[in-house]
């Protein structure tokens, strides 16, 4: 394989980002960024990016969705055995990017992860659908498994045990909260000289701080 450049160039020129502009709390500005997300048509708005690490500190990320903000932090759901409940359990800080191409921004979350509460967890997963249910129950999350036909045939199995009742959540499955410490907002400008203001807490307060593109 020949290596390829990818030289292809966008500026951006919707919109600017200014101190007045913001709101003194990052969550409630992280809100109405989400909003407008939303209401712009997009595409799986709360798709963010879940950067772990493990305590030796190899990386490793991918998407989530976010199904949840409120002045604690962001919530996101997944298998506590998968590789990111591993890490998360060795190493509770993790980072969630949102990046909306359409509105040409981005927001960079930093922070200490908790687990939620069963009561939580059980109240979420008894809203989801139910073959989202059965394929929690079915899918032994970032093992090996040794084809599509294994994990069909643990499906077929989950369903025949649970039949037509209800279905609990799985001891293993459930949520977790990104209580954050530091929160970026990038709005993108022309010739790459972007907006980005950060809040930072310290000592308790929220302060913010524009950072150099």
């Known amino acids: 394989m020949t290596a390829k450049d990818h030289d292809q160039r966008r500026d951006y020129n919707k919109q600017v980002l200014r101190e007045a502009d913001l709101d003194p709390d990052p969550i409630r500005q992280f809100q109405s960024w989400f909003d407008e997300a939303e209401s712009s048509g997009l595409v799986e ?13 190899a990386p490793s990320a991918r998407v989530v969705l976010l199904r949840r903000t409120d002045p604690r932090g962001f919530t996101f759901f997944t298998n506590y055995d998968s590789r990111k409940g591993r890490e998360l359990a060795a190493n509770p800080r993790a980072t969630l990017v949102s990046y909306w191409a359409e509105l040409e921004r981005q927001v960079r ?3 200490v992860i908790e687990q939620l509460d069963s009561a939580d967890s059980d109240a979420y997963f008894g809203r989801r659908p139910r073959g989202s249910q059965i394929s929690a129950w079915a899918s032994p999350q970032s093992d090996v498994v040794t084809d599509r036909e294994t994990l069909e045939q643990r499906l077929t199995e989950v369903e025949a045990r649970f039949g037509d009742g209800e279905i609990p959540r799985p001891p293993n499955w459930g949520g977790y909260r990104l209580v954050p410490d530091l929160i970026e907002f990038w709005q993108g400008r022309e010739s790459r000289l972007h907006d980005r203001l950060c809040y930072r807490l310290t000592k308790g307060a929220w302060t913010i701080e524009r950072l150099a593109p």
């Open 109 to 111: 979350i930093e922070g």
């Open 45 to 57: 708005p709360g798709a963010m990016v879940l950067a772990t690490a493990t305590p030796s500190g």
